[in-house]
């Protein structure tokens, strides 16, 4: 079956530190995978998306960047973190051309 | 573009009451409908989907329903319990095969 990790589970980083979130699938080959972010309270915000190594598309401009040096790894980061990066931050992957999304744990980012 | 709203919550509710959490959809043709669950702490859960009009889509007690003339997928049950307190996000996904989110609902269920 199929799993999906994400790591860390928490972390409190201070305002300007570097970020790197990584997300891991077992289990499947050539996922799709997405980053979410969930802001305290609100819906959840499409950040990135991946078809395949190397391939991501930005949803929206900010400071945060994605990677997929690996087929089933797929990794968020930023050179300078902002106090507004702070939420709940999930990965999810999909078999390509089928709908349904399966989340990973998540990641909760305090900025301070 | 594509868009889900759903009811502001939150929706508090006794042990054994009847739930209804309204979702309504605005779309470009005739997309699949999700709900998600998020407990506390946690990440996302399917709940249930469908994926055509008049679709029912079901899983633990819940129920919902595509509903192509109202352009709605309100989740049901008939008797919820303490254990189903969580965020309820409904969802459709778009051409792209990218999911569009509503706000989510928060229920509490009190014994």
């Known amino acids: 079956s199929q799993t999906i990790h994400q790591w860390p589970a928490t972390l409190v980083q201070p305002v300007g530190s570097p970020l790197s979130l990584e997300c891991t699938v077992e289990?499947?080959?050539?996922?799709?995978l997405y980053w979410y972010r969930q802001a305290a309270g609100r819906g959840l915000q499409l950040l990135f998306y991946?078809?395949?190594?190397?391939?991501i598309s930005s949803e929206v401009p900010q400071n945060l960047s994605a990677s997929r040096p690996q087929d089933r790894q797929f990794i968020l980061s930023s050179k300078k973190l902002l106090l507004s990066d702070s939420g709940f931050y999930l990965c999810?992957?999909?078999?390509?051309?089928?709908?349904?999304?399966?989340f990973g744990p998540g990641t909760r980012l305090l900025v301070l | 573009g594509d868009s889900v709203t759903q009811m502001e919550g939150p929706v508090t509710l006794s042990e054994e009451a009847f739930l209804t959490i309204n979702c309504t959809y605005t779309?470009?043709?005739?997309?699949?409908l999700f709900w998600y669950v998020q407990y506390p702490g946690e990440g996302l859960q399917l709940l249930l989907k469908?994926?055509?009009?008049?679709d029912k889509g079901s899983n633990k007690g819940f129920e919902a329903t595509y509903r192509k003339e109202t352009t709605s997928f309100h989740l049901e049950k008939g008797s919820v319990q303490v254990s189903d307190s969580a965020v309820y996000f409904c969802?459709?996904?778009?051409?792209?095969?990218?999911?569009?989110f509503g706000s989510g609902t928060r229920l509490l269920v009190r014994p």
């Open positions: 999810a992957w999909s078999v390509v051309n089928q709908e349904t999304q399966y």
């Open positions: 289990g499947t080959s050539n996922p799709n």
């Open positions: 991946s078809v395949g190594i190397g391939q």
């Open positions: 779309a470009t043709g005739y997309p699949s």
């Open positions: 469908a994926t055509k009009a008049d």
């Open positions: 969802a459709l996904v778009d051409s792209s095969y990218k999911l569009i």
